[in-house]
């Protein structure tokens, strides 16, 4: 459709608007509009206004929800007293509670906290689980298991729709919540299919809705036929699992009856880099030209990857009959694979590269570096002097021990000298090594949050005092606010 505001021309859009099944099946199409304060008119039209472009069919229209965007949203929060608990994991509302939400969960070791977590897409998102002390937790997502980076967060690839989310207590751990963000941090790469080798009676089919106005049709046939699709050259930076996505359609039906309209989903036998080939089931899209995404995890090898796609009809339960000899003429079952657009390969997790400190009781201040001090700022400009990896303690690898190396300036820590804190070069010493090393403790002011303890000086923490940080001995409520940070991204 088209949609304009107040008439004008140049705020015409063309909408592709997903197709239903009549009035059983709805979806939706979302875009973005500019809109002064007042009144508006929003006209949706079968034409554009010069005339050159018109709908094709018809469309049923149910409603239209604007809303506001929100760009200071900081993600959606799932509150794990209100999560699925089990193994012993239980509620908690202690009346000193800092965190977010009425209460917290306790998961004790075997104990498991699941959230059912709602992405719209495809995508990769930041995953941030706060626990007491803010400290790394072991995972699963969808069934994949992995552990978060320091802070408890890591980048996770999530379907779109519904997800789960699992918190195992290995060790046992308190968690307030999960807060999911959008992140862009993990970007797949994408693999025409048009541009990959087919054979057999798989080929290009012009269709205009495909990413580069084609899609590779005609895949599968008979049991044990070659006509295949191969994407050769798929590259991976490292072994591991991914995430590959197929962007695809299928309008396969059998004949309709009065109470049924019997779309077939379609199989597609997939293999990777000659490994026994995995069934992947693709449902109904309603039309050739109408494409959808649908994501399952492989394992893929570091370098070079091969991954052919072929199709034939499932047999029977019994493993050998087929539903076509038995009602022939009858399409019960799809001979086919999809029709495939494109592919894409990301990551199934990632380890966000940097960190941020953000100051508990000024929260809208980050630490930061300029000319080797070290201060809390807000807004920081460039973003990565207030960027750091904590890796692991230079005097101390151990759990819990950390050192805080520049984004923009490597081979550079947070140090304490005469206990104010700078940015200084790894010199190698014995001496910089511990200056440079902090023990992680549960936040002095916030149990969700995190204090920093001097390795050398351990009577002392990390704080800061009119905004310049540096170290102290922390002896009042004013003191451990300003000696607790909120690790965050």
């Not at 039209?45 to 760009?71: Q, W």
């Not at 990413?211 to 599968?220: D, E, H, L």
């Amino acid at each position: 459709m088209f949609l304009r505001v107040d008439g004008d021309a140049a705020t015409e859009q063309e909408l592709f608007l997903s197709l239903g099944y009549k009035w059983v099946v709805w979806d939706h199409t979302d875009t973005k509009v500019e809109l002064t304060a007042g009144d508006h008119v929003i006209t949706l039209a079968t034409r554009s206004l010069d005339g050159t472009g018109a709908i094709t069919g018809d469309v049923i229209l149910d409603k239209i929800d604007l809303s506001l965007p929100s760009p200071g949203s900081t993600g959606d929060v799932y509150e794990a007293e209100f999560a699925e608990l089990d193994g012993g994991a239980a509620p908690t509302y202690a009346s000193t509670h800092h965190g977010s939400g009425p209460g917290a969960a306790a998961v004790p070791a075997g104990g498991e906290a699941t959230f059912w977590v709602y992405s719209p897409d495809d995508a990769s998102a930041l995953l941030d689980v706060a626990t007491r002390g803010d400290r790394k937790v072991e995972l699963e997502v969808n069934g994949q298991a992995v552990t978060t980076g320091q802070g408890g967060i890591v980048d996770a690839f999530l379907l779109g729709g519904i997800n789960q989310v699992t918190v195992k207590g290995a060790q046992g751990l308190e968690v307030d919540r999960l807060v999911v963000t959008p992140s862009g941090e993990a970007t797949g790469a994408v693999y025409e299919a048009e541009d990959g080798t087919v054979a057999g009676s798989a080929q290009d089919t012009s269709l205009s809705l495909a990413s580069g106005g084609a899609a590779v049709t005609g895949i599968g046939g008979d049991p044990g036929n070659g006509n295949t699709l191969t994407f050769n050259n798929v590259e991976a930076s490292k072994a591991g699992k991914y995430a590959l996505t197929f962007r695809y359609s299928n309008e396969e039906q059998s004949p309709s009856t009065h109470y049924n309209p019997d779309p077939v989903a379609r199989y597609a036998l997939v293999s990777i880099n000659g490994a026994q080939p995995v069934r992947v089931v693709f449902p109904h899209s309603f039309h050739e030209n109408n494409f959808w995404e649908l994501t399952v995890p492989v394992d893929l090898r570091a370098g070079v990857n091969s991954i052919v796609v072929r199709g034939e009809e499932k047999p029977q339960f019994d493993g050998t009959s087929y539903a076509s000899d038995t009602w022939p003429g009858v399409p019960l079952r799809s001979q086919l694979a999809p029709n495939l657009d494109r592919i894409a390969v990301t990551p199934l997790f990632g380890d966000v590269a940097w960190r941020e400190l953000q100051s508990h009781n000024y929260p809208d201040r980050l630490v930061r570096h300029e000319n080797w001090n070290v201060r809390l700022e807000q807004d920081p400009s460039p973003e990565a002097d207030a960027q750091f990896r904590m890796v692991p303690g230079l005097a101390d690898g151990s759990a819990g021990y950390v050192s805080f190396e520049s984004v923009n300036h490597p081979g550079h820590y947070l140090r304490h000298s005469f206990f104010d804190m700078v940015l200084a070069r790894d010199d190698g010493t014995t001496l910089f090594d511990k200056d440079a090393t902090f023990k992680m403790t549960e936040g002095l002011a916030d149990e969700w949050c995190t204090s920093f303890q001097s390795y050398n000086f351990p009577a002392q923490h990390l704080r800061h005092s009119g905004f310049e940080l540096q170290l102290d001995p922390i002896e009042d409520a004013g003191d451990r606010a300003d000696a607790t940070f909120c690790v965050t991204v």
